[in-house]
């Protein structure tokens, strides 16, 4: 978070920095003509400005955060009020100096022939052609106050696009806090469900095959492994996660007969590229326990199609437990609906269909 604020306060002055420096480098461009600099007109320009530049800095580090941003308004009003009150009465008063400067300055001495020669021990000056009327008092604050006004709103718009955005990037990262602690709750939720099942298969098969029962008992330490430590990535490479799923079904295949039809396909050469771990496990889950009997024929039937940018999985199951369908056939999906959401948002389609006898679901997302 705090790394985050120390960007956002070094892209503010960056763009204030760069505002100004534009600003103070048009007049120099504006005056510049047949290669000499009008520093005369530079300087007018430059004694107008600086007021402002002085108002706009002390309104973006001072008053912003110390009278608005504590929601102090109406002192915050005052303060804006008396600043512009200040550059435009100084204003008034420089221009009165500068033009008198000018006025002294601008004075021609008398030549001989002009003058009475009575008066040749007075030095004496021609006044120069009457100049246009020096604005007044009123006329000037309200110029330096439209000025001023639109300073502070070009300032208020900057710092509240600047707040906006801070707050925008501090809700992105509670938001992605907030999904991966959903996600590590998910996957734990997934974990002991996944070893309870696995447990009761291995028990089943110690009483028919102790040699195989051994076995199956160091697939389930690779696969209790893969759940433990390389499934706390937060991608893990496809090849790994596809292993993981054939590991699981293939163990699972131990404690059925031929009665029930298990098949596991893949179209397409998997690609090297990642996907969140344990994301199917439990639409896989779900079809062995709510599609597999012991006495009927069932069957379970798994493809992957994944190309370059896609992955597609599609499971489709036979329905046994008709009467506990809708009771226990929704937790496993349901927590894995909560992770695409927060994974992919939009980003993906599932759909999911049933009827008396089957149950077909059909995931797609892109790499």
């Known amino acids: 978070m705090q790394k985050i604020k120390k960007t956002s306060v070094k892209i503010e002055n960056l763009i204030v920095f760069f505002i100004w420096l534009v ?6 461009i504006i005056f510049y ?31 912003i955060p110390f009278f608005l941003f504590k929601k102090k308004i109406f002192s915050f009003i005052l303060i804006n009020i008396f600043a512009l009150s200040i550059i435009g009465f100084g204003h008034y008063i420089y221009e009165k100096k500068f033009d008198k400067k000018e006025d002294h300055f601008d004075r021609k001495p008398i030549t001989h022939s002009n003058i009475d020669s009575s008066h ?36 208020l718009g900057l710092r509240m696009i600047i707040k906006w955005s801070d707050f925008e990037n ?19 939720q997934i974990s002991p469900h996944f070893f309870m099942n696995t447990l009761n298969n291995i028990h089943s098969l110690i009483d028919i095959n102790t040699e195989e029962a051994k076995q ?15 499934s706390n990535e937060v991608t893990v490479p496809i090849p790994k996660e596809i292993e993981f799923l054939e590991s699981f079904v293939n163990l699972m295949k131990l404690r059925f007969s031929e009665k029930v039809k298990i098949s596991f396909a893949i179209e397409g050469e998997i690609p090297n590229k990642k996907i969140p771990p344990l994301l199917l496990i439990s ?78 679901l059909k995931l797609i997302f892109i790499l």
């Open 283 to 360: 639409f896989v889950e779900n079809a062995f326990k709510h599609g597999i009997s012991y006495k009927q024929i069932s069957f379970i039937h798994i493809e992957l199609k994944i190309s370059e940018k896609e992955f597609e999985f599609y499971i489709e199951n036979s329905i046994i437990e008709k009467n506990n369908k809708q009771q226990h056939a929704g937790i496993g999906i349901e927590n894995t609906k909560k992770r695409l959401n927060l994974i992919f948002g939009k980003n993906y389609k599932l759909d999911i269909s049933s009827d008396d006898a089957k149950f077909k």
């Open 23 to 28: 600003i103070l480098i048009v007049p120099i």
């Open 33 to 63: 003509k047949e290669n000499t600099l009008n520093w005369q007109e530079i300087y007018r320009t430059y004694r107008i400005l600086i007021p402002f530049f002085i108002l706009f800095l002390i309104h973006h580090y001072f008053f």
């Open 216 to 230: 199956v008992i160091v697939t389930l330490s690779k696969l209790m492994r893969y759940l433990l430590y390389e």
């Open 170 to 188: 501090e809700k992105a990262f509670l938001e992605k806090e907030s999904i991966n602690n959903q996600l590590a709750f998910l996957k734990y």
């Open 120 to 155: 040749l021990h007075k030095p004496q000056f021609h006044k120069p052609d009457k100049k246009p009327p020096h604005p007044n008092f009123y006329f000037l604050i309200f110029i330096n106050a439209a000025i001023g006004l639109l300073i502070i709103g070009f300032d």
